[in-house]
Nanobody
Framework: QVQLVESGGGLVQAGGSLRLSCTASRGTFSRYIMGWFRQAPGKEREFVATISATGASTRYADSVKGRFTISRDNVKNTVYLQMNSLKAEDTAVYYC??????????????WGQGTQVTVSS
């Protein structure tokens, strides 16, 4: 079973940037379509972005479009989320997971522990 480990979160002021990483411990990472999700306190987990297995295609939630960029390095078994122009409403625990399709919004692997992003206004 693939294990996912997220990192890179932290406390940042509004307007700042963070880069999240998610590394898969084993498995055929390069075959997976990968996605980032987030869960704010008291809310359900929501889709943020997805990237195709080769990295050629990406998709973003409207709330992050133009500010966040998803990318991947299949040699390092890692998917990234570059977050710029952060807003207070981006505060959440961020998770990565594989999805069935580029428009998928449900993770198909066991969830990792996530990484906390806190944006102060």
């Amino acid at each position: 079973q693939v294990q996912l480990v997220e990192s890179g979160g932290g406390l940042v002021q509004a307007g700042g940037s963070l880069r999240l990483s998610c590394t898969a411990s084993r498995g055929t990472f390069s075959r997976y379509i990968m996605g980032w999700f987030r869960q704010a306190p008291g809310k359900e987990r929501e889709f943020v972005a997805t990237i195709s297995a080769t990295g050629a295609s990406t998709r973003y939630a409207d709330s992050v479009k133009g500010r966040f960029t998803i990318s991947r390095d299949n040699v390092k078994n890692t998917v990234y989320l570059q977050m710029n122009s952060l807003k207070a409403e981006d505060t959440a625990v961020y998770y990565c997971n594989a999805v069935f399709t580029i428009v998928g919004t449900r993770g198909i692997l066991n969830w990792g522990q996530g990484t906390q992003v806190t944006v102060s206004s």
